[in-house]
């Protein structure tokens, strides 16, 4: 049976009644969860994160995926914090995204490959890597993955998100872009990336939270939210990253200013695909650090 195409005003009908539909479903199976069985998601801010520039601090990165991680999992340690997701025998590939106009920042990718190293990996057993997964022996052998990419609004998905950043793993990505890239959580199911993603890492530092007909990328719509998004949930990360996309499109426009191409294979990768939550319902989100413009 041929599915249906989602439209633009399909979408704003799902965002209304998406988190019905999440708590219809279970949490995110090894998700950290926090009470009643939500999936826990932090989201951690430092004014500090980026200059005036938008060079991100290396120093604050690090402290701020630190005390998210501590968060995520309860653990009052970082370095224990990331053993309990990272075993010292794992082979480790950090997924990023190397996007020209806002890339995965390096002071994250580090960050991330620092304690990754304190759980105990050795150095030769990681990789960081975007569009050459495929052919990368550590990814291939992989154990274990971190998912780490910076929000946008994006002209085929809508939304470039956790979800989104994993299409290089399949040798044509063209194959998902269909219905404004609906079917993005099938790729979680294929074996070289099932079970393996430990945690999620959505980059909300300088997001792009809206491009006007068909260009893809306009620094006026670039804003220093100065933020991660951290959880072991990708649906449930992605969803509170649209969340706080969609409310700065309002506060800049006065009204809602959903995205060219809907975003609702992050809705989809839920009720259609069960792969985790978007449900604001079944969501716990911890808010650390600074709170000014926080929008959700």
Request: net charge positive; glycine share 8%; charged share 20%.
């Given at each position: 049976m041929r599915r249906k195409m989602l439209t633009r005003r399909d979408f704003l009908k799902v965002a209304s009644v998406a988190p019905l539909a999440g708590a219809l479903l279970p949490a995110l199976k090894g998700a950290a969860a926090g009470p009643e069985g939500k999936v826990r998601v932090v989201l951690v801010r430092d004014p500090n994160a980026v200059d005036a520039a938008g060079t991100p601090s290396a120093a604050v990165i690090q402290r701020m995926l630190d005390d998210a991680v501590m968060a995520l999992v309860g653990e009052k340690d970082p370095v224990k914090a990331w053993q309990t997701m990272i075993r010292p025998d794992d082979i480790v590939g950090i997924k990023t995204n190397g996007w020209g106009k806002l890339p995965t920042p390096t002071q994250v990718e580090q960050a991330i490959k620092r304690r990754v190293m304190d759980a105990g990996v050795a150095e030769g057993m990681l990789s960081i890597d975007d569009r050459g997964v495929l052919r990368n022996p550590i990814f291939q052998n992989a154990t274990a993955l971190i998912n780490a990419r910076p929000a946008r609004v994006h002209q085929w998905a809508g939304m470039g998100?956790?979800?989104?950043?994993?299409?290089?793993?399949?040798?044509?990505?063209?194959?998902?872009?269909?219905?404004?890239?609906?079917?993005?959580?099938?790729?979680?199911?294929?074996?070289?990336?099932?079970?393996?993603?430990?945690?999620?890492?959505?980059?909300?530092?300088?997001?792009?939270?809206?491009?006007?007909?068909?260009?893809?990328?306009?620094?006026?719509?670039?804003?220093?939210?100065?933020?991660?998004?951290?959880?072991?949930?990708?649906?449930?990360?992605?969803?509170?990253?649209?969340?706080?996309?969609?409310?700065?499109?309002?506060?800049?426009?006065?009204?809602?200013?959903?995205?060219?191409?809907?975003?609702?294979?992050?809705?989809?990768?839920?009720?259609?695909?069960?792969?985790?939550?978007?449900?604001?319902?079944?969501?716990?989100?911890?808010?650390?650090?600074?709170?000014?413009?926080?929008?959700?």
């Amino acid at each position: 049976m041929r599915r249906k195409m989602l439209t633009r005003r399909d979408f704003l009908k799902v965002a209304s009644v998406a988190p019905l539909a999440g708590a219809l479903l279970p949490a995110l199976k090894g998700a950290a969860a926090g009470p009643e069985g939500k999936v826990r998601v932090v989201l951690v801010r430092d004014p500090n994160a980026v200059d005036a520039a938008g060079t991100p601090s290396a120093a604050v990165i690090q402290r701020m995926l630190d005390d998210a991680v501590m968060a995520l999992v309860g653990e009052k340690d970082p370095v224990k914090a990331w053993q309990t997701m990272i075993r010292p025998d794992d082979i480790v590939g950090i997924k990023t995204n190397g996007w020209g106009k806002l890339p995965t920042p390096t002071q994250v990718e580090q960050a991330i490959k620092r304690r990754v190293m304190d759980a105990g990996v050795a150095e030769g057993m990681l990789s960081i890597d975007d569009r050459g997964v495929l052919r990368n022996p550590i990814f291939q052998n992989a154990t274990a993955l971190i998912n780490a990419r910076p929000a946008r609004v994006h002209q085929w998905a809508g939304m470039g998100s956790c979800l989104k950043n994993y299409i290089q793993f399949v040798p044509r990505p063209s194959d998902y872009h269909g219905d404004s890239c609906a079917d993005l959580a099938t790729i979680w199911s294929l074996p070289h990336v099932k079970g393996k993603t430990r945690l999620n890492i959505l980059v909300m530092l300088t997001p792009l939270f809206y491009a006007p007909g068909t260009i893809q990328y306009d620094k006026q719509y670039v804003w220093s939210y100065k933020g991660l998004i951290v959880s072991r949930d990708p649906v449930a990360a992605d969803a509170t990253g649209l969340r706080v996309l969609l409310a700065k499109g309002r506060e800049h426009f006065g009204q809602e200013q959903p995205p060219r191409m809907s975003p609702h294979h992050i809705f989809l990768a839920d009720t259609r695909h069960h792969l985790g939550v978007s449900g604001e319902d079944r969501i716990e989100l911890i808010k650390l650090g600074w709170t000014e413009g926080i929008l959700i």
